[in-house]
């Protein structure tokens, strides 16, 4: 279990992140990801986590999702994946 500075470390987002559009998002360990603008996501792969397919769909702008995300792909929009 993280310590309380782990964790607001994590709220705050001020482990890395990496900004993406379209391209095919691979190989990640992100905690959360931050839709800028809607996005349409057209594949996600989350562990621990069973019915992603309910996932593809469109992204109001604003939400954050949380989770770990493996893998991610959108048709459109902007979203920042934040590793630790």
Partial sequence: M???NDLLR???GTGSGVVFTTEAQTSKDWYAIHFV???VISAITMT???GEAALHTTIPAGTILFGN???ITM???VAI???S
């Fill in 81 to 83: 994946g934040y590793d």
């Fill in 75 to 77: 048709t459109s929009g």
């Fill in 69 to 71: 995300v493996t893998a």
């Fill in 10 to 12: 994590l709220q705050l």
């Fill in 2 to 4: 993280a310590d309380t």
């Fill in 48 to 50: 621990h986590l069973t």
């Fill in 37 to 39: 603008t809607e996005s």
